[in-house]
């Protein structure tokens, strides 16, 4: 059984920087061993991918995040961060944190970018 609870969103100004933390309680296996992922749900679009964080802190990048948005873990924290900087306002919406490719998903986090 897996928990994620994401938290650190806010409203920021387009340009400005928000660090989104997901803290992740795991029972019956170990936290290192999962790779994590970020999505968001924008107003009018799908909900798609970030970012993921391999086992390994491999990271890979939904091609329009690349440069702007970073992922990173701590596994004695059992914590995943993604960090964005240069908002812009189509940046606007919830972001969830998920145990990739599972049915494991947080509550999710506004993030609002006002331009």
């Known amino acids: 059984q897996v928990q994620l609870a994401e938290s650190g969103g806010g409203l920021v100004q387009a340009g400005g920087s928000l660090r989104l933390s997901c803290a992740v309680s795991t029972s019956g296996i170990a936290f290192w061993r999962l790779t994590m992922a970020w999505y968001r749900q924008t107003a009018g679009r799908q909900r798609e991918l970030v970012a993921t964080?391999?086992?390994?802190?491999?990271?890979t990048y939904s091609e329009s995040m690349k440069g702007r948005f970073t992922i990173s873990r701590d596994n004695d924290k059992n914590t995943a961060w993604l960090q964005m900087n240069s908002l812009k306002s189509e940046d606007t919406g919830v972001y969830l944190c998920n145990v990739y490719q599972s049915p494991f998903w947080g509550q999710g986090t506004q993030v609002t970018v006002s331009s």
């Open positions: 964080i391999n086992s390994e802190a491999i990271a």
